[in-house]
C-alpha cells in the first residue's frame, strides 16, 4: 500500500518547477540510518548552468576538489583520496563531462569543464509517506529527527487517513501536513510546513530509547555537503 501511494504521490508532484526523487538517505553523521520516502527540488537561479555541466550525478570528491576550468592540476594535488581512490573518482568525473583529464611530464592532471555553481538549488523539501495513520510505526520517531536535524527547508507527512487533532499534536509542530487521495491525485494541506534553517546548527538523533537519546551536533557546512550530495542524487 506504501508504495502505491508512494509512486501516486510521486506522479501528482511532478512539475517542471521542481525535481521529484524518491528514497534518499538523510543521515550526516550516521550516513543510512535514515532514508526520507521522497524529496523535492526546486531550482535556484544556477540551476541550468548545473544543467548545462552535466545530466548525470557529479561525484562529491570532484565537486570539493582543488581544481577549476583553469590551469590543470595533479591529481594527487586536486583530490585528497588514496590513489585508487582519486583515480576512479576522475574516470566518473570525466565520464559524466565535469573534468578534462590529460597528461603533462608523464602525470596526470585535471581541470574542470565549467565552475560548479553553488546556488543551483533553490530549497529541499522532505516528505514521509505514511498512507494509514493507524499503523504508524516509527513515523513519530522519524519527523522528529528530520525536525531537529533541520537538514531540509520543509518536512511534510503526507496521509491518505483523515486528520484528527490527536494526529497533528503527536508530531513536531514544523512538520506540515497533506492529505492525499492516490486514487484521484488530490492533495489538501491540512497543516503548513514551518520554515527550518539548514544554515544552523543541527541535532542528530543518533539512537533514541525509552530513557535517553544519543544525539550528535551537526555543523552547518556538513548540512552544506549533505543537501548538494541528496540534489546530486
Known amino acids: 500500500m506504501e508504495y502505491r501511494f508512494e509512486l501516486a504521490l510521486c506522479a501528482a508532484l511532478e512539475s517542471p518547477d521542481r525535481v521529484v526523487a524518491r528514497q534518499l538517505g538523510a543521515g550526516v553523521e550516521t550516513p543510512g540510518t535514515r532514508i526520507v520516502d521522497v524529496c523535492l527540488l526546486s531550482p535556484g537561479p544556477g540551476f541550468d548552468d548545473r544543467a548545462a555541466v552535466s545530466a548525470d550525478r557529479i561525484p562529491d570528491p570532484a565537486i570539493e576538489a582543488a581544481v577549476g576550468p583553469g590551469e590543470a592540476v595533479p591529481v594527487r594535488d586536486a583530490i585528497d583520496l588514496p590513489p585508487d581512490r582519486a583515480a576512479a573518482v576522475v574516470e566518473r568525473a570525466v565520464e559524466v563531462g565535469y573534468l578534462e583529464r590529460e597528461r603533462r611530464n608523464g602525470r596526470p592532471v585535471v581541470r574542470a569543464t565549467a ?58 509542530d ?10 484521484t491525485g488530490e492533495r489538501k494541506v491540512v497543516r503548513e510546513p514551518t520554515p527550518l534553517d539548514p544554515d544552523a546548527p543541527g541535532v542528530e538523533i543518533v539512537e533514541e530509547r525509552p530513557s535517553r537519546a544519543d544525539v550528535a551536533l551537526v555543523g552547518p557546512e556538513a548540512k552544506a555537503r549533505k543537501r548538494r550530495r541528496i540534489a546530486e542524487r
Open 115 to 172: 565552475r560548479y555553481p553553488e546556488d543551483w538549488v533553490g530549497g529541499l523539501v522532505a516528505v514521509e509517506n505514511k498512507p494509514d495513520l493507524g499503523t504508524p510505526g516509527d513515523l513519530e520517531a522519524q519527523l522528529r529527527y528530520d525536525a531537529a536535524l533541520g537538514l531540509f527547508d520543509e518536512v511534510v507527512l503526507a496521509t491518505a487517513s483523515y486528520v484528527t487533532r490527536a494526529h497533528l499534536n503527536r508530531i513536531p
Open 174 to 183: 514544523a512538520v506540515g501536513v497533506w492529505r492525499f487521495d492516490p486514487e
